[in-house]
């Protein structure tokens, strides 16, 4: 009889932001398949199981272990940092089961386990950067031309998007964010809102709020994720805001601090 694979979610780093189930399913799993560095984060969740780790861009080979292992009738678990719809396995595992002519009707029981993703949970961490229309662009040319990059990210800034910019820098591919951050100073203003968070929720975090002129001047790699602000987002007390709108269509003076009284 076959098994089952889950597409599951790890959340930005801490078990603590893993959903209640992808915790269940992590605890009913028999095999778990994933990226090294990702399932050093859940060691505590691993005894008893059959671990099957690899490296970097092993994303594909991942997809068909974990597939085979489903088909050979263990329950088995795919795990990617985030959400792993986004930017996750969830794409390359779909491609690799449709080429070896998995079926939902009569394959592999399949399901998709959603979670929390990195710039949810950036956010957090900043305030409220994303009241407003967002977008999140990947600076990694490895899949994707860079030229179609760059037009995404001329476009984003002309549309006035708070962006989200996942793989911003590693330790070969250094310019493209410098000419990021040149395409959205044609557009903001210099002392736009920028955020760099740096392996969130982890125990070696790192949260930097600066502006979009100084924000390269921080420690950035493949770990950060940097969001930069729209034209209306500010910073008070060291919280990133951008505003819904509310205070143009309500009188938000009626909310003001509630008077205390002395006992």
């Not at 790890?10 to 028999?30: D, I, R």
């Not at 984060?41 to 780790?53: N, S």
């Not at 760099?196 to 770990?223: G, K, N, P, Q």
């Amino acid at each position: 009889m076959p098994g089952k694979l889950s597409l599951l979610s790890l959340g930005p780093g801490s078990t603590q932001h893993l959903t209640l189930q992808a915790l269940q399913t992590l605890q009913e799993a028999e095999v778990v398949v994933g990226y090294k560095s990702y399932l050093r984060l859940i060691e505590p969740l691993l005894a008893g199981k059959i671990v099957l780790g690899s490296g970097m861009r092993q994303e594909l080979q991942r997809c068909a272990e974990a597939y085979q292992q489903a088909c050979a009738g263990y329950r088995t678990v795919l795990v990617s940092s985030g959400d792993v719809g986004i930017y996750g396995m969830a794409g390359p595992a779909f491609e690799v089961l449709l080429q070896a002519g998995w079926q939902a009707e009569q394959g592999v029981p399949l399901e998709v386990i959603p979670g929390v993703s990195a710039v949810n949970g950036c956010a957090a961490l900043l305030g409220a950067p994303l009241m407003h229309d967002f977008c999140t662009i990947s600076l990694s040319d490895l899949l994707t031309p860079w030229p179609v990059i760059r037009r995404r990210l001329q476009a984003a800034a002309e549309a006035d998007f708070v962006t989200a910019l996942y793989n911003p820098k590693s330790s070969k591919r250094t310019t493209q964010i410098i000419e990021a951050q040149e395409i959205f100073l044609s557009c903001r203003s210099a002392n736009t809102p920028t955020a760099i968070v740096t392996a969130a929720y982890r125990s070696d975090a790192r949260v930097l709020i600066s502006d979009l002129a100084h924000f390269l001047e921080a420690e950035i790699d493949m770990e950060s994720t940097v969001l930069i602000g729209n034209s209306h987002t500010f910073l008070q007390s060291g919280w990133m805001i951008t505003p819904r709108g509310y205070g143009s269509k309500y009188d938000l003076q009626q909310f003001s601090a509630p008077q205390i009284s002395e006992a």
